[in-house]
């Protein structure tokens, strides 16, 4: 079956630690995204890559990084510099990363997410 | 990035139709989507519309499309307690870069 994993689902770490969160995608998509989901909040984009060896900043980067070494793989990293950590984080794909014609079709996967609570 | 808003929370009754509304400030949206997420799950793609449609309907699920006003809306005939989830409403220009709303909470009531 083709799809996104995420792992762990559950994830508990304390202060000061840093933490590395999962992805990875049999989908052959190019595009990779992590998101933060807070109650209220919706969606807020914290990096993505559009290919292999390649990752922009999003929206709220600061205190987490990122590799994207393989194109399946998309892994995560909480750093201790995030103040507030404590949060639900879904990573998606799609299928392209570049900008295709106006009437490309491309929508985003999502993997089932980790919680993530500081202690 | 985008503006995107839904609001938060809509009940309904069991057997009515929900509507879910959303607005968005991009006047250059090509695609808009409607996703589902049920609780401490990832998101469901359940539709989407290109930009040049005013309609699309899917089985139970009707989106309306007002590009002038920048309006978006889907819904839901005979919902079911199945149907209780946040639904997020997402636009992209670019196709590869989207933008989501908050979310809007859809209770139903049996």
């Known amino acids: 079956d083709g799809g996104i994993t995420q792992s762990p689902k559950y994830l508990f770490r304390k202060e000061g630690q840093n933490v590395t969160l999962s992805c990875e995608q049999n989908?052959?998509?190019?595009?990779m995204y992590w998101y933060r989901q807070d109650p209220g909040q919706g969606l807020r984009l914290i990096y993505y890559?559009?290919?292999?060896?390649?990752?922009q900043k999003g929206d709220i980067a600061e205190g987490y990084s990122v590799s994207r070494e393989k194109k399946e793989s998309f892994p995560l990293t909480v750093t201790s510099a995030q103040k507030n950590p404590t949060a639900f984080y879904l990573c998606?794909?799609?299928?392209?990363?570049?900008?295709?014609?106006?009437?490309?079709?491309?929508?985003?996967?999502f993997g089932p997410g980790t919680r993530l609570t500081v202690l | 990035g985008e503006d995107v808003e839904q609001s938060l929370f809509l009940s309904v009754r069991e057997g009515d139709s929900s509507v879910i509304n959303c607005t968005y400030t991009?006047?250059?949206?090509?695609?808009l989507y409607w996703y589902k997420q049920e609780p401490g799950a990832g998101l469901q793609l359940l539709t989407y519309?290109?930009?040049?449609?005013d309609m699309k309907q899917d089985q139970r699920l009707t989106v309306l499309l007002n590009k002038k006003d920048k309006h978006l809306s889907l819904r839901i005939a005979d919902t079911q307690t199945g149907d209780s989830a946040i639904y997020f409403c997402?636009?992209?220009?670019?196709?590869?870069?989207?933008?989501f709303g908050t979310g809007t909470s859809l209770t139903v009531i049996p």
């Open positions: 998606a794909s799609s299928i392209y990363g570049a900008r295709q014609g106006l009437s490309s079709y491309n929508e985003q996967f």
């Open positions: 989908l052959n998509h190019d595009a």
């Open positions: 890559s559009q290919i292999v060896n390649d990752f």
């Open positions: 991009d006047s250059s949206s090509t695609y």
């Open positions: 519309i290109f930009s040049n449609m």
């Open positions: 997402a636009e992209t220009s670019t196709g590869n870069q989207f933008y």
